[in-house]
């Protein structure tokens, strides 16, 4: 079961609000993309939580210490106000926090959608 591959995301919150990826492929890129959860796949003879701290450090510059198990492919973890003042977005990259009213007007990707009406009181 601990080589099994399967996609998980992390909720990452901050003073009540959500942050959330937009990726973009370039500045005049036309296609709609969806607001998404930081995510991946873990890797071999690595724990979720391990995976879900190197994703977070890869997207965002920022290592965090404790990733919680919320449910199947879903985490959390609060933000520090250190850890905010270290994010750096990579180039076509938007990060953004956004509270839980905010997030039912964006464009989400399903996973995201699904976390959000799960465990949406995590906000």
């Known amino acids: 079961m601990d080589d099994k591959i399967s ?19 370039s500045s005049i890129d036309e296609e709609k993309h969806p607001w998404c959860f930081i995510g991946g796949i873990k890797e071999k003879r690595e724990s979720f939580e391990n995976a879900m701290a190197r994703k977070v450090e890869k997207e965002m510059g920022v290592k ?8 199947e492919s879903c985490y959390h973890a609060r933000l520090t106000d250190d850890d905010v003042n270290k994010i750096k977005r990579a ?7 956004f509270t839980l009213k905010e997030l039912g007007k964006l464009f ?16």
């Open 91 to 97: 180039e076509g990259q938007l990060l953004d926090f």
């Open 7 to 25: 996609p998980a995301s992390i909720l990452l919150t901050y003073k009540g609000k959500a942050l959330l990826m937009y990726k973009r492929n």
């Open 64 to 71: 965090i210490e404790k990733v919680e198990f919320v449910s």
């Open 108 to 123: 989400l990707s399903s996973t995201t959608a699904q976390f959000i009406s799960k465990h949406g009181a995590l906000i």
